[in-house]
Nanobody, 124 residues
Framework: QVQLVESGGGSVQAGGSLRLSCALSKHIATNYCLAWFRQAPGKEREGVASLITGNGVTAYADSVKGRFTISQDKAKSTLYLQMNSLEPEDTAMYYC?????????????????WGQGTQVTVSS
C-alpha cells in the first residue's frame, strides 16, 4: 500500500503554468508505474501522463504533448507534473496514481493507489 498526496493546484489564466507535486509515502521503487490523471465535471477520467520509475520512460496524452512534463525525484519520493501553456480545457481535478510496474505503463493503465486530487482551474 502506498499513500499519495497531491499539491500545487490552483487558479491560473490561460497561457500560464503550474507545477503539481505528488508525495509518495514510500521510497520510489525502481519498478513502479506512476501517472497523472484528470477529471473535469461531467467528463470521464483521462490519463494525462505516465512514467516508469526504473528507466524514466514517459507517455503523454495527445492533448498535453509538448505542454506538460512528468518527472520524478527519487530522493524526495515525489512525482511532478509541470504544466505550461495552460488552456481552459485543462481545468479539472488532477490525481496522481501508482502501482507496481507490470509491463504496461501508459496513460490508460489501471493503477491501484490514488491520491485525493488537486484542483486546477484555468480561466480565459
Amino acid at each position: 500500500q502506498v499513500q499519495l498526496v497531491e499539491s500545487g493546484g490552483g487558479s491560473v489564466q490561460a497561457g500560464g503554468s503550474l507545477r503539481l507535486s505528488c508525495a509518495l509515502s514510500k521510497h520510489i521503487a525502481t519498478n513502479y508505474c506512476l501517472a497523472w490523471f484528470r477529471q473535469a465535471p461531467g467528463k470521464e477520467r483521462e490519463g494525462v501522463a505516465s512514467l516508469i520509475t526504473g528507466n524514466g520512460v514517459t507517455a503523454y496524452a495527445d492533448s498535453v504533448k509538448g505542454r506538460f512534463t512528468i518527472s520524478q525525484d527519487k530522493a524526495k519520493s515525489t512525482l511532478y507534473l509541470q504544466m505550461n501553456s495552460l488552456e481552459p480545457e485543462d481545468t479539472a481535478m488532477y490525481y496522481c496514481a501508482a502501482d507496481w510496474y507490470g509491463g504496461v505503463c501508459t496513460t490508460d493503465v489501471v493503477l491501484r493507489w490514488w491520491g485525493q486530487g488537486t484542483q486546477v482551474t484555468v480561466s480565459s
